[in-house]
């Protein structure tokens, strides 16, 4: 199959290429989209150098499919113009989550709602994902009523000049600030831009794509999104209050036979999921299971992936896969 690329030079763009490889994804040809910059660049694709087009180029070529990690502007823009074409574009920017008619996808969840001719998919944001991995089973056998999210995101999710904000800190560098405060010894309560009513956008999105995903508006949920100084994925503390009574035996098994999800969870020995061990890898690991004490039928979590894989890239291609084996792409 064709496949286009949209900001294949980025951090998650050349995450992308390096999945759709790792998973021998069917591509017969890639297209490489990104700015007007970069434009004639070569990346290397299966052991050969592959010219970097425009996203114009990549339109005309009617590719199959069209992977998107290039922002919400360029989304908003250039999405449209490849689904006239007939590709399926697989969006990683926030802008079409919320959208009625766009499925919001995580496909361990909820394929089901994909329907042939659905031309534009959204991939969910790199939090959430990993949270309703590790929900979407206990929803389902206990019924979720209210979660209480913190999460400690790693400067990948920002991006490049993130890392490279941190980096020079650490190397006593004066460069480029991307965030308001310096990251290296240190965190903010601060992801995305704030709205009026106090919460910030990346807060906004744990609640609203999690309620879509899990195809429950009943759902109450609260979250501060926090930045921390790591690079090996994002990491979340998510307590949860069930409608129904739980076992905890039961719930443990629960996530751990739930595809994709590891259960690392052995305190007496110090065994508990980090950005660390997740860094590079496509499992979603938790953590630090136990009830709470304070309140009836509650459970803690501790819930980390890396968030440019499992959290971008890989959930990316996993949503091609669906759909080339379900033969719900062509033109």
Avoid at 37 to 64: C, H, Q, T, Y
Avoid at 108 to 114: K, L
Avoid at 115 to 143: E, F, W
Avoid at 317 to 323: D, F, H, K, P, R
Wanted: aromatic fraction near 8%; charge should be neutral.
């Amino acid at each position: 199959m064709k496949t286009a690329v949209v900001g294949a030079t980025g951090m998650v763009g050349q995450t992308m290429i390096r999945v759709l490889e790792e998973r021998n994804f069917p591509v017969t040809e890639l297209l490489p989209a990104a700015s007007e910059k970069s434009v004639g660049k070569e990346i290397m694709f299966r052991g050969k150098a592959v010219k970097v087009v425009s996203v114009k180029e990549a339109v005309e070529a009617r590719p199959d499919f069209a992977i998107f990690s290039a922002g919400a502007s360029i989304s908003k823009d250039w999405a449209p113009e490849f689904a006239k074409n007939g590709t399926v574009v697989i969006d990683n920017s926030s802008y079409w989550r919320m959208f009625e008619n766009v499925p919001l996808i995580v496909p361990e969840i909820n394929c089901h709602v994909i329907k042939k001719g659905d031309r534009i998919i959204a991939n969910p944001n790199c939090s959430t994902i990993q949270m309703v991995m590790a929900l979407a089973p206990l929803h389902r056998k206990y019924k979720i009523k209210r979660l209480v999210i913190a999460t400690y995101q790693s400067v990948t999710g920002t991006g490049v000049k993130a890392v490279a904000q941190m980096e020079n800190e650490r190397a006593g560098v004066k460069g480029e600030m991307v965030y308001a405060h310096p990251i290296d010894k240190n965190c903010f309560p601060h992801g995305g831009s704030f709205q009026p009513d106090g919460y910030t956008t990346e807060e906004q999105k744990l609640i609203d794509e999690t309620r879509k995903i899990l195809e429950d508006q009943t759902i109450q949920i609260t979250a501060t999104v926090v930045r921390i100084p790591v690079v090996g994925g994002h990491s979340e503390a998510v307590n949860i209050e069930f409608g129904n009574e739980f076992d905890l035996d039961e719930a443990r098994d629960l996530i751990s036979s739930f595809p994709g999800v590891v259960v690392y969870d052995n305190p007496a020995k110090n065994e508990y999921p980090m950005p660390l061990m997740a860094h590079n890898k496509d499992d979603v690991f938790v953590g630090r299971i136990r009830r709470d004490f304070s309140r009836e039928k509650c459970l803690n979590l501790w819930v980390v992936s890396d968030n440019i894989r499992k959290g971008a890239a890989t959930n990316a291609v996993q949503i091609a896969e669906y759909m080339a084996a379900n033969r719900l792409y062509q033109h």
